[in-house]
């Protein structure tokens, strides 16, 4: 029995959590053999990482790919990928999968499917067929067009995929990998950890034993001007709240320094008591601070998924998960400080009240795709179905 | 009155024959300017010479852009595409055009396409919405999938572009560029000149006044190994008919060389007495040879357009216009030698019978573009319209 | 009379420093005209902003080029001048200037000199013929020899570019255009501003106004990993002995981060209350503070150079600047933290024993470059003199 | 013991027979361990195809890397090589050799230089301190300044690179390794092969056994444009004549195409029936070929180096080889047709009178430079010696 390489390329931190449970499960799959690339900033330390995450969590890293282009710009997220793009091509060459799994939607991640489509390698995307309000959208749908084999995660994630024209036998709904760790804490979700005392952070030493929130707010790449104002107002809210807040870093787009820079002025001037301010942590202890938080604030994709399984309120600001299916968990405001102010001050009293949904997969969807990629019949070789 | 900038990119000789009436309609419109950005194989003399014919039809180009790659494999196609991304993003960055137009499915056309939607520079792509059979297939439906206004080039073509879920709004049947050129060819036909004198070529003075045939072959980027062999076998079947023939060197892609050397090598042993060979001719020219030939054999896309309205037999040999919209003309074969001779002897006997037929536009395709560019609301951000 | 087009690329705020006057001289010169590319990390926020000193002195930018690489090793040094070779061919193709002036020795302008060299563009490399202890050493004696025209500093370094093989009669010792500035400042020496009103800055409201130094460390990149441990020396003996002190943030460099984040983390946990953090300063600005300051503390060659000038006490650590031709205002220290502290209270009180030298120049270097430029016959073909 | 790890890259053909034996040598040493890089022109098969003979010659190839960019000017060498500087960082990332070793003077041989004297990689730079007369000469010495040891070829190469400031005891003079085959060859003559039985060729089947020239002429970088009509004065000059020549195929360089299209046409135009055209040879049956030849014709360095050992007469043509130490072997003429002709005429008398002259070396580089590659101490930082 010949064993298929599977070549998994992860390019930031979230990407990371969302298919951590299928490397997993590729790995551990007779028929499959994995080959990790590591690429863009899931290696930077001022984007968390990742990459010290994935090789703790016992996975060995088949190639590094550096090619974040510094700038403050949309130029520079242009010239990353096509710099990703001649890396991943030799990456490819010289690994000889025999299939690259491109993840989701972010800007780099088109890379990965030109450098595996354009050497007719079978290209298998995860987490398409989803609606959202940015550059994002336009990269997940071309990933589509450009993917062999598309592995999704929702019922109308697949209608969508097939409706774009897509083969119906190669359109899978396996659920988020994210889900699979959801679903873990989920068993046991006690706190078993002092967030401060195992990831450090800055800021004040807040009393989160008492109840607690959690923000993520990334820049929204069309916005691009408006990244540090935006996440002032959230900072002026929480702070004037007082609830205590953990407060996480976001991930590298053009506008990553105007919200970072925000957030660093914000502390430099107000030393906001009651925020702590983190880079990131480990996924599972991600999810198990937010299973025993108030609430979600921010516009992280984490509210639109894990927190619907988990059952975590989330105040969502303004327009990055436009168009995401979403749970009753979900409550979405403007970036008005008013509207934000209002929403979490609703959202914390509700958290007994919101159910848990599968919408985004029940906890086996690292299984599943493992499966699939053994089974399926790779393809590179497709042509639209009208 | 505010002018658009509207910004061209042509990446190869066969896309400016698809546009250069497009070109000369938004150079004269009063609303509009032209940003030509001249780019890849287009720059290059092994693949044509193309910048030359587009300067001296009086087009100033405003960037060059080299970035084809050398290498004789598919992962240069992917390094070109990455090295365009890159280029490309600086040119836009520093022209600051109002819109970028993106031309049809060859492999580069990806590279515009990223570098305009990252920097949010509304996208329109031009010819989208058709189906073949390789690596253009996934491209195409990509641009369409990045592009943000769609000019296609029949109706076919529109219901397709629509159905993958892009706005009917946005989305316009133009008809085909390259019909004008035909339609004027069409109304005064003869064939005022005589292409050795012309265009020189190599190979024997063939006898070409009393009858010709055209063929123009280029590699199938997903049989790489097979172009040359493929080649080969039109060149014995062309060479055994004994009937004059006026052959067109293909033009860049990652089997370029496997055909030219097929070419090369067949010429050089066997010095077929009946064959004379071309770069290539101003389209105007070559539409006019092609008007008064027996038959085009090959695999060009022209054969499916322009040969359609000018009531030309096509042989189209092969999968590489596979799933294109096509007129009674065209007569398909595989590789296999005697289906390709028995359809050239049948072809060339069909002339007079063949209507011309408006699938791809009337002859004022360029107007209606132009016309187009200059008044639709330009867009960056769209969402997928189910 | 023709005007020739001299090209100055700009890649970091300390070239600009020390190019500065020299381009106000070309700009006003009859026969010269400017282009000037700003590019690498003078386009960058985290190091300074470079680009926004450049624009507010009045000089038209001709054209941006960002080309860092994000990354903390060496590798992404490599990277970043490998692309900065390809943005610049791009940019000096469409320029078209008559020669280009390269600065000094940071890593990338190597690639302003490739670019330069490879398009048979004459090249003048500014600041040759020094000595130094890492890559700069490499990086400064390989772009004397694709140079063309020598403008050095120094006699020492004038001698040292001719033993190298270089042309007697295309060396030329103009002096560094930073000692103009000096001069201008050492005429009216009064600190006519406050820095912490006018630039803000981080950190306590330090008491400068009774005496202050001024802290300038860099990363040494052959001793990457070292950066952190040697900044945070200097930042215990600073704060240790109290003495009231501006700090100014390093520059890019493979070790930028770590040294960067030595700072951020010793401020954040040590909230050190004699010393106020500075991005940078406008030059005039920063020499002004130095010239009324106790002390230089740190591994600029600013000390090595304007301070000999000015006639400032400098504690320079470590190997940044071993082997640059030094005057008597330089004490070297090892990063051994009693060293640093012994040499500090020292140099503190040799203020007004330190003499005013010239080894670097007498005032008019920017005048002197420019005439040169203006008359010298420009050449792209050398050949060894031995 | 620990083994080292020497990283040898290879772009070009010519490169190659000039470390064909050391490569031999470094495989076999006890001490080191080989890490083969085949780059740039040598993976291409318009350049020769070097890849294949290196292959057939048993050496492992531990990474291909490509990275040409086509394009006929200068620009595409700039970018060829920084493209080179990226691909190469990556490559020695991941190979992680204790040395690398760039060879002589190719434009994109700086891109070795630089990819690893940046990541801190001691670099070893074969046949730096010769002389010449255009590009070549500036990337040559840059290379030495960026090398922390040098092999070269000769004892005016070994007096040059210290006078330019490098440490003597770095500085060996190991002979070129070319001469190695050479010395091969000279032991046993005869030609054991039918050179258009063995490799084909095109042109006619000239009548070499009674005794034929060898024609190798490449462009030269500074003279882009007047390539074409250089070959063509040294082809009328070698069809006029008559005498049966070999004539090979010029390497890769921004003109090689107008030398190459100068051949191509000229054989299409006036097959001239005295000349066989070849691609290339391995390099034994070459200098086989070479020493039972008349004399040389062109601009190669082969007619300096082995030719002189070989005794062979040489006709060199034009200022490629200037400033080259040369035995009483070479005769130097202008590209004037007149005196080329004349100088044919008396070359060809001369072959018994020519001495065979070490100057290159004694037949054992590939030897000495195994041994020096174990033996010196290995380092990445130097400071200039004076």
């Known amino acids: 029995m010949s064993v298929r390489k599977i070549c998994v390329v992860v390019t930031a931190r979230p990407s990371y959590s969302r298919i951590k449970t299928a490397l997993k499960a590729i790995q551990e799959h007779p028929k499959l053999q994995l080959q990790l690339v590591v690429a863009g900033s899931a290696l930077l330390g001022r984007y968390g990482n990742a990459v010290d995450y994935i090789e703790s969590d016992g996975f060995k890293i088949d190639a590094k790919v550096f090619m974040v282009l510094e ?163 959230t900072l002026r809210v929480v702070h004037k709240l007082g609830i205590p807040a953990f407060w996480f870093w976001p991930n590298v787009d053009a506008g990553a320094d105007g919200t970072s820079n925000g957030i660093r002025l ?45 059952g975590v309120p989330v105040v969502n600001i303004g327009t990055r998960q436009q168009g995401r299916t979403r749970g009753v968990n979900v409550f979405d405001v403007s970036y008005n400080e008013d509207d934000i102010e209002l929403a979490i001050k609703n959202r914390i009293t509700k958290k007994s009240q919101i159910p848990s949904d599968s919408i985004y997969g029940n906890g086996n969807s690292g299984e599943k795709i493992a499966n699939i990629l053994a089974d399926v019949a790779l393809r590179f070789h497709k042509t639209i179905s009208y």
């Open 266 to 310: 914000y502390r430099e001037i107000y030393k906001p008591e009651n925020i702590r301010f983190f880079k990131n942590m480990i996924p599972e202890d991600f999810l198990r601070l937010l299973i025993n938080s108030k609430c979600l604030v921010g516009n992280s994709s984490v509210g639109i998924r894990e927190c619907a399984y988990l």
């Open 71 to 233: 700038g403050e710009n949309k130029t520079s997220m242009a010239k990353t990928t096509g710099l990703g793009v001649m890396e991943l091509a030799n990456t490819f060459y010289n690994l000889k999968p025999d299939a690259v799994v491109t993840i989701a939607d972010r800007f780099e991640t088109l890379a990965t499917s030109i450098a595996a489509a354009y050497q007719n390698i079978p290209l298998i995307h995860i987490q398409g067929g989803e609606v959202t309000g940015n550059i994002d959208e336009k990269v997940r749908h071309a990933n589509t067009k450009l993917a062999d084999i598309h592995l999704v995660a929702s019922e109308d994630a697949k209608v969508r995929v097939i409706k774009m024209g897509e083969d119906a036998q190669y359109v899978f709904n396996t659920g988020c990998p994210s889900i699979d760790i959801a679903n873990k804490v989920k068993k046991s979700p006690e706190l078993n950890f002092n967030p401060i005392e195992k990831y450090g952070g800055v800021g004040n030493d807040i009393n989160w034993q008492t109840g607690y929130i959690v923000v993520m707010q990334h820049p929204v790449t069309t916005e691009y001007t408006k990244a540090k104002e935006n996440v002032l107002s």
